[in-house]
């Protein structure tokens, strides 16, 4: 037993108490063999994969660069670019005289700039320069055009030292007159256009001058039967237009630029009263001189370009008759009238930069010029 138990001591001194195989040694021999296994699956795994995205492009572009169900072409549609047939050119249709109006009419009304005008007018033919901004005012510029058959509707354009007659356009020698008149840069200019009727027997007149109570075009005939008015009114415009009061048509009226009424003879105030049609047809009128005369605010408020103003004389005390229609005016002279009335009263003409008054009857004039406005007596 002895000897049992000595030979088993001798042993396991010769080969280590411990187990020959380990814990430690069967986990690296399993995670050996998972290497191995990884190794051997993943690359037929990417071989797989690397041949279907080869496969799903081939097939994309395939798709892409051919219809399957495209015809085959037909020879003339196989032709190559060179032996196809030449573009038609098309030609611009020609500058008319109803495009040219209609063009010109909605700069007016939309933004009536002497640039944006001058854009149109080199459009459909040419003539004078309108002025830029700050340049000159204070002008009148006038346009004739005549449209030709031939020319494409290219008009062929002059600056008349006149003012067309009927018989300039029943001749055919105009077709659109036009007057452009820029009182100054601080309001919208005044525009005339004149042409024939379509009867051919007289001239149709539009005029336009913006404001905030009448955005529009207004249309008057060219008569040119005498002139039926009040005769001290009627002889005032034909001494300022160097004419014989027969003579005077409505169609002067439209050239009336200044009008003085002297009614000083008379032994008291002369008030105009005549239909209204008289004074729209004034539509170039600057400058009103009134002597012992009045002319109420509701005919007074035609004259869109009204820009001076003289009264004279035993006439009003206050301008409550004439306020309405003279909102557009910038230069008063009240010095020499019988005008009575405060600041406020002036204040109440909103375009007002200049007065002439008698600092004895305003006294508070300093309130005027508070606001801007030249005083001056």
Request: zero cysteines; charged letters at 30%; hydrophobic letters at 35%.
């Amino acid at each position: 037993m002895n000897n049992k138990k000595k030979i088993q001591e001798a042993l396991d001194n010769r080969i280590s108490e411990k187990p020959l195989f380990t814990d430690r040694d069967r986990r690296r021999f399993y995670e050996g063999r998972k290497r191995k296994h990884l190794r051997s699956t993943m690359v037929p795994r990417l071989l797989t994969a690397l041949l279907a995205v080869l496969f799903l492009s081939g097939t994309i572009y395939y798709v892409q660069s051919s219809n399957l169900f495209e015809q085959t072409a037909s020879p003339e549609q196989s032709k190559p670019e060179s032996e196809t047939e030449p573009l038609v050119s098309v030609k611009e249709p020609k500058l008319t005289q109803e495009a040219f109006l209609e063009e010109f009419k909605q700069v007016i009304l939309t933004n009536p700039l002497p640039e944006n005008m001058q854009d149109v007018l080199d459009k459909y033919g040419s003539g004078e320069t309108l002025p830029k901004v700050g340049v000159e005012e204070n002008a009148t510029y006038t346009y004739a055009y005549h449209w030709k058959e031939d020319n494409d509707g290219i008009a062929e354009s002059w600056s008349p030292k006149r003012t067309p007659d009927l018989e300039d356009y029943q001749n055919g020698e105009i077709d659109v007159f036009l007057e452009i008149d820029i009182p100054s840069f601080e309001v919208s200019p005044l525009v005339k256009i004149s042409t024939l009727s379509e009867d051919g027997k007289h001239v149709t007149i539009e005029t336009f001058y913006s404001n905030p109570t009448d955005h529009a075009f207004k249309t008057f005939e060219d008569d040119q039967e005498p002139l039926e008015i009040n005769d001290l009114l009627l002889r005032s415009i034909a001494r300022d237009l160097n004419k014989k009061p027969e003579e005077i048509t409505k169609a002067d009226l439209m050239n009336l630029q200044e009008l003085t009424i002297n009614a000083s003879h008379l032994d008291s105030t002369y008030v105009v009263d005549e239909n209204e049609e008289v004074f729209e047809a004034m539509q170039s009128l600057r400058v009103l001189k009134l002597n012992h005369a009045v002319i109420p605010g509701y005919l007074l408020k035609h004259l869109p370009i009204l820009e001076q103003v003289t009264i004279i004389g035993d006439t009003v005390t206050d301008l409550s008759s004439m306020q309405e229609g003279m909102q557009h005016v910038q230069y008063l002279n009240i010095a020499s009238s019988s005008f009575n009335g405060t600041v406020d009263d002036l204040l109440k003409l909103k375009s007002l930069t200049i007065v002439r008054l008698d600092p004895t009857v305003v006294p508070n004039y300093e309130e005027l010029q508070f606001e801007g406005i030249d005083v001056r007596w």
